[in-house]
């Protein structure tokens, strides 16, 4: 990321807060995590429309679009734990099995290095907890 752009980037980042805290003071302390509490999975035939044959009907259907996901947010590491845990849940969802889920985050050690891969599979360890308790 450039000089200029990181300076665009928190800029935007200030503004937010700003806006968030003139709209609502209360939303200054959000803390995002909460939404999967309030959703945690996206109804089947949001999952389809999202992830499956409605945007691309000829394409990967929602089971291997979201394993694709689950790689992708492995690289990003911490920053997407949310999104990490909604997806794996979907995944599930959708038909992927654990081991698959794991498999995928093991192959992107390679791309996103180890610490990266370690915290997805905790994160993926918890998801596969919660849905053992359930």
């Given at each position: 990321m450039t000089d200029g752009f990181a300076k665009l980037f928190a800029q935007m980042i200030q503004q937010g807060q700003e806006m968030a805290r003139a709209f609502n003071p209360?939303?200054?302390?959000?803390?995002?995590?909460?939404?999967?509490?309030l959703m945690p999975v996206m109804p089947a035939e949001m999952l389809?429309?999202?992830?499956?044959?409605?945007?691309?009907?000829d394409g990967l259907d929602a089971r291997?679009?979201?394993?694709?996901?689950?790689?992708?947010l492995t690289v990003q590491g911490s920053l997407a734990e949310p999104q990490m845990?909604?997806?794996?849940?979907?995944a599930l969802e959708a038909g992927a099995t654990k081991r698959e889920i794991a498999e995928v985050?093991?192959?992107?050690?390679?791309?996103?290095?180890?610490?990266?891969?370690?915290?997805?599979?905790?994160?993926?360890?918890?998801?596969?907890?919660?849905?053992?308790?359930e």
């Open positions: 209360a939303l200054e302390n959000l803390d995002t995590r909460a939404f999967e509490k389809e429309m999202w992830f499956g044959k409605t945007f691309n009907r291997t679009r979201l394993l694709v996901t689950i790689a992708a845990r909604l997806s794996i849940r979907h985050i093991y192959q992107m050690s390679m791309f996103a290095g180890l610490p990266a891969m370690q915290k997805a599979l905790e994160i993926a360890q918890s998801v596969f907890s919660e849905e053992n308790e």
